[in-house]
């Protein structure tokens, strides 16, 4: 069982940066592909970025070259720099481990408005 909490969301301008966390529990996090994901009102759950355990990474074509992921094994973290933020941005966003079987954090809200 893996257990994730996502933080880091919150209001941002247009053209702002927010960088978003997601600490996992347990003991077979490096083994773990990782990902952030994001549904906004009225749409479907939406591929963010993916990062593999020795660190191959996936982006959508709408985040890429704004938006980073990182992963942190020893502090058992995956992060998501997010640069550039338009606000077609605006969702809630949650950190997804996959391995033999997915889990889901709780996510977070991620608002771009001026």
């Known amino acids: 069982q893996v257990q994730l909490v996502e933080s880091g969301g919150g209001l941002a301008q247009p053209g702002g940066s927010l960088r978003l966390s997601c600490v996992a529990s347990g003991s077979m996090f490096g083994f773990y592909t990782m990902g952030w994901y994001r549904q906004a009102p009225g749409k479907q759950r939406e591929l963010v970025a993916t990062?593999?355990?020795?660190?191959?990474?996936n982006y959508a074509d709408s985040v890429k070259g704004r938006f980073t992921i990182s992963r942190d094994n020893a502090k058992k973290t995956v992060y998501l720099q997010m640069n550039s933020l338009k606000p077609e941005d605006t969702a809630v966003y949650y950190c997804?481990?996959?391995?033999?079987?997915?889990?889901w954090g709780q996510g977070t809200q991620v608002t771009v408005s001026s």
């Open positions: 990062i593999t355990s020795p660190g191959n990474t």
């Open positions: 997804n481990a996959n391995g033999l079987v997915a889990f």
